[in-house]
């Protein structure tokens, strides 16, 4: 019934214990607990041959993967447009940008980030295009988010934008296709020039 003042001790290191202990990262109230900084996907161990990625309908093998985090991959595509054309996705199965978490995001592009860079110095460009097809009508014929890297040299089209047309019919055509042991070939090359 009246007002005043209470006092108490508050436990500090209890505290940044219960804040550590949050159980749903999402959930946190920043107000109130602080802001979660993004560390980044950690980079874990590649895949081996008895992995299988679900790219939507379509299934990558563990050795055409060259390089992962937590939550991000990046393999050797199938039906390339240009050499080098090299596609990345978060693990978990969602079909647009929208659906992922902000985390997610987050890693997808670090990694992206990483692959395009080390696209660069390997294949000896100074150009790459960086591309997502969000939805059916932007080209997308895989239902899980992905982000294409084509390493661009001089003349490689036409005209520049021709990438793009390029990209939205190059997996319709019946020719033209990989084997896996192809594929596997070029990510242990990547695999391999990766860490130095």
Not at 21 to 40: A, F, S, T
Not at 63 to 80: D, G
Request: glycine letters at 8%; a negative charge.
């Amino acid at each position: 019934e009246a007002e005043g003042v209470a006092m108490a001790n508050i436990d500090l290191e209890y505290l940044h214990t219960v804040r550590g202990n949050m159980p749903v990262h999402q959930h946190r109230r920043p107000d109130l607990y602080g802001k979660l900084e993004i560390q980044g996907g950690q980079t874990v161990a590649l895949p081996g041959e008895e992995f299988v990625f679900n790219f939507g309908p379509a299934r990558v093998p563990g050795p055409t993967i060259f390089y992962r985090t937590s939550q991000t991959l990046a393999f050797v595509n199938k039906k390339p447009v240009v050499e080098g054309h090299l596609l990345v996705s978060p693990v978990r199965e969602v079909e647009k940008m929208g659906d992922l978490t902000e985390e997610e995001v987050a890693d997808l592009f670090k990694v992206v980030q990483k692959v395009e860079v080390f696209v660069q110095k390997f294949y000896g460009v100074s150009s790459s295009t960086i591309s997502v097809q969000n939805g059916h009508l932007a080209g997308q014929s895989i239902p899980h988010v992905h982000v294409h890297i084509l390493p661009r040299r001089e003349d490689d089209f036409a005209q520049n934008d021709d990438v793009y047309r390029e990209l939205q019919e190059h997996d319709k055509v019946e020719t033209g296709w990989r084997t896996e042991e192809e594929m596997v070939v070029e990510a242990k090359m990547l695999r391999e020039a990766w860490g130095k």
